[in-house]
């Protein structure tokens, strides 16, 4: 985000490691004096070659970008940005259960090939009544839980813990919370232990006329299930923000109208990427000033 960078600039000396056409030169060159990093993804190896780095600040609330395990052992601090994007992640996941139930999309094609002189385009499904199961019911999944209910859908959820006071049953797995569930929103950190969590057997328990609607991280989906079982009807759709390898989407995906496909773009609003960019900002800021990080991982 422009915005953010401008104010890092304002107070720091900034090197873009990713928009540049060179990185291990520039890395080689700069490496050594690097103090901070603002967003981006940092393996082990790039830690290695920052030896006077301090923090890193991403810029998500999800930090799988990030060795964490390599930067807590060197006592580097972690910072991510929850809160500033809860909204805009929770109203694109309604935006695409709709465009699923719906076939928004599907519908805005049909009329642009011009189809419907030939015939109606088909009766869909609504959410009202449906039981909407939440895989995490963390800030984002409680705001979608929120939005859902005043759609007239059940909440149900499974995460890691029931949540006290949290108003929707919760579930031990997420196998029984599939069994119970129309729809199933991803909505939980992708982490080694979520990992393909949605797994066939998960998919199967949705089944026929379930809905899956991924947000979080696509590793943690079997993707490779989803597409074969899309494509027999084993699982009535699907609406995806996120995948395994992006920007890569199996092309087998393409062909198929039970799906809708979004290039991950929960949190990608000017107001979002800037209140984003802010705290990232102030993150940094905080750090070199020697207060309190205003949102630690650790
Ligand atoms: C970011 C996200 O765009 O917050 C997250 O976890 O997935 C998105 O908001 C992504 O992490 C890239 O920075």
Known sequence: MKSCVNALKERFTVHDLAGCADPDALLREIGPDIRGIAGGKVSAGLLEKL???EIIAVSGVGYDSVDAAAARARNIRLTNTPGVLTDAVAELTIGMMIALSRRIPQGDRFIRDGRWPGGAFGNWSELKNKTLGILGLGRIGREIAEIATALKMHVIYHGRHQQPGAPYPYYDTVLEMARASDWLVVIAPGTAETNKIISREVMQALGPNGMLVNMARGTMVD????????????LGGAALDVFEKEPAVPEALFGLDNVVLSPHQGSRTE???TAVGDLVVANLTAH????????PIF
Do not use: N
């Not at 993707?223 to 084993?234: F, G, R």
């Not at 070199?288 to 949102?295: A, E, P, Q, R």
């Open 223 to 234: 993707q490779d299930a989803m597409i074969e079982m899309l494509m027999l009807k084993q």
């Open 51 to 53: 030896p006077k780095l």
């Open 288 to 295: 070199f000033d020697g207060k309190s990080l205003i949102s």
């Open 271 to 273: 107001e979002t990427r």
